[in-house]
């Protein structure tokens, strides 16, 4: 039977299990200790859980503090050792032009993703790692943009059940800051997937698998409220010339209009997870 919209929110607010959910994390991002800075907040509506932050042995955080690294984040083998992962999300990384055989620790992260997915343990692909995700489970290819993707997009969403989709505005504010982007087309062809949510000018912004075990959020839904302006500046500054700013941005006061958007999709994900553990 599938939950409504009240279940699903009270299921938000039920007391947590007797453990934790311990969900996986790899952290692809330039700079780990940021981005835990903006993922944490956007994870504080959501039920609760225990962090693992995963390291790949090609991710080499030379933007962070070797000793932090070293106290904070652990090889994939050394997180399941002991218990399982309830669940993984992998995070976007600054490789979305190159062709994935060009990247240097897909070959790490694609048996994670696989064995993950084989389980049946919830995953959660954002920006990159949607994309990373859709090609490693079901062959989805990415579509490579001539300029940036950047700025707010009004975003619809396409279907209406499912504990993701269920929860979701009719229509929202994401966020996005890319060069690539999923190939609708192929994806609207592919038995395994479904668009959730798309934006006119973004493309798919959500997908999911047909049985809503795998999650992909191309936008940056994590990302706080100046972050876009920061990276306009940050792009023009090094003398990029295939970047416009970013779309719905005022530069000198950007406005957040995808927080709630953000918390409550966090948030639903978290409680997938949860329901799956107890499930199985």
């Avoid at 453990?19 to 993922?39: F, K, S, T």
């Avoid at 669940?87 to 790490?108: K, N, S, W």
Wanted: charged share 25%.
């Amino acid at each position: 039977m599938t939950a409504t919209v009240a279940d699903r929110v009270a299921g938000l607010l039920t007391a947590p299990p007797e453990r934790l959910p311990r969900i996986g994390i790899v952290n692809l991002m330039p700079h780990a200790e940021q981005y835990e800075r903006w993922l944490m907040p956007q994870l504080a509506a959501a039920r609760a859980f225990e962090p693992v932050w995963i390291r790949l042995g090609e991710r080499k955080f030379s933007l962070d503090d070797p000793a932090y690294i070293a106290g904070q984040y652990v090889r994939y083998a050394d997180a399941v050792a002991d218990a399982p992962l309830d669940a993984l999300i992998v995070t976007g990384a600054a490789v979305e032009h190159l062709p994935y055989e060009q990247v240097r620790f897909l070959p790490e992260l694609g048996p994670i993703v696989q064995r993950t997915a084989d389980e049946g343990t919830p995953v959660l692909g954002l920006c990159w790692g949607a994309l990373a995700v859709a090609h490693l489970l079901y062959g989805v290819p990415k579509e490579v943009y001539p300029t940036k993707v950047s700025g707010m997009y009004e975003t619809d969403r396409l279907v209406d059940d499912g504990p993701i989709a269920s929860v979701l505005d009719d229509r929202f504010w994401s966020t996005h800051s890319r060069y690539a982007g999923f190939d609708d087309d192929a994806l609207d062809r592919s038995p395994h997937v479904r668009a959730v949510a798309r934006s006119t000018e973004a493309g798919t912004v959500i997908a999911e698998s047909a049985d809503h075990q795998v999650v992909m959020h191309i936008g940056h839904p994590e990302y706080a409220g100046g972050r876009l302006a920061e990276e306009y500046r940050r792009d023009v500054g090094a003398g990029l010339t295939d970047v416009l700013p970013p779309a719905n941005v005022d530069l000198e006061q950007p406005v957040n209009r995808w927080r709630s958007h953000s918390l409550i999709f966090f948030a639903s994900w978290v409680g997938l997870v949860h329901d799956r553990m107890v499930a199985r």
